[in-house]
């Protein structure tokens, strides 16, 4: 099955993904729909499931060989569109299952930047963490600039630990 339209979605799995429709999303597997096709605004199926925090279809896709480090779409990545929500869940999920935590791309060029934004506050440790260290000035100016002050100060505080990393190691 590889109906493709234009527009938003840009097959019936992805519209199906993003709308959280679980019975058309299995309907649409059993019947040989292309889990990596790529178009439309979210970029793939799976980025679409992100975007929308359906869990559920995120572990389904996955299952079914979606690719999960696949860019495109304007967030870049199905990371970056879970860190653009804010759903620690799918973070978690995907970051467990591959993705590149440091991979730059879309609108807010990295994960650590979209969560930095957008205030959330539980991303951003879980990125950290992961080793997310692309773009970090650019993720304080976003937070700054909004008024994120709690990202301002995990991030701040990160970026000092890095610092005395750095000056232990060079001791």
Known sequence: MTWQGS??????????????????VC??????????MQGGAFGSVLQAASNSGHKGI???????????????GEHGSALQAASYLGCESIVHFLLD???????????????????????????????????????????LQAALSKGHRKVVAILKAHCSTIEE?????HT
């Open 27 to 36: 309907l649409l597997l059993d019947n040989s729909a292309e889990v990596n």
């Open 165 to 169: 990393r750095t000056v232990v190691d």
């Open 97 to 139: 299952n591959g993705a590149e935590v440091n991979f730059q791309g879309g609108e807010y060029d990295s994960a650590l930047q979209v969560a930095s934004s957008h205030g959330h506050e539980n991303i951003v440790p879980i990125l950290l963490e992961k080793g997310a260290d692309t773009y970090i000035q650019d993720a």
């Open 7 to 24: 527009g938003h979605n840009s097959s019936a799995l992805q519209a199906a993904s993003h709308h959280g429709s679980k019975d058309i």
């Open 58 to 72: 995120v572990h389904l896709l996955l299952d079914n060989r979606a690719k999960v480090k696949m860019e495109g």
